[in-house]
């Protein structure tokens, strides 16, 4: 299953990897993606589980949970683990890919 928010996607995984690190909630909640250019974000502000290793996110619910954002809908997270990515996009001239910015 795939839920896509702007430039930040979820896939629904099996686990996460076992030296992963718990994180902590923010004052603005459970943060998935700060916004480069406009300083929006997107954030879980309900209570769940949110894990980090070598830069890659994990959710983790026990309920429906909500996606927000200040310049989109927001998307609603079933139960379960999920694993949080951003869109990238390659440029052919530069002979790169970066992380899209929103």
Same mark, same amino acid.
């Given at each position: 299953?795939?839920?896509?928010?702007?430039?930040?996607?979820?896939?629904?995984?099996?686990?996460?990897?076992? =030296?992963?690190?718990?994180?902590?909630? %923010?004052? &603005?909640?459970?943060? #998935?993606?700060?916004? !480069?250019?406009?300083?929006?974000?997107?954030?879980?502000?309900?209570?769940?589980?949110?894990?980090?290793? =070598?830069?890659?996110?994990?959710?983790? %619910?026990? &309920?429906?949970?909500? #996606?927000?954002?200040? !310049?989109?809908?927001?998307?609603?997270?079933?139960?379960?683990?999920?694993?949080?990515?951003?869109?990238?996009?390659?440029?052919?001239?530069?002979?790169?890919? &970066?992380?899209?910015?929103?």
């Amino acid at each position: 299953m795939l839920l896509v928010q702007g430039d930040v996607f979820l896939t629904k995984t099996h686990g996460i990897p076992q =030296d992963a690190k718990k994180l902590n909630r %923010t004052a &603005r909640g459970f943060v #998935l993606a700060e916004g !480069e250019a406009t300083g929006h974000a997107h954030v879980i502000e309900d209570d769940i589980e949110l894990y980090e290793r =070598d830069g890659v996110l994990y959710v983790v %619910t026990d &309920r429906t949970v909500k #996606l927000k954002h200040e !310049e989109h809908h927001e998307i609603t997270i079933s139960q379960g683990t999920w694993q949080v990515g951003q869109v990238r996009e390659y440029d052919a001239f530069d002979e790169q890919a &970066r992380y899209v910015a929103d």
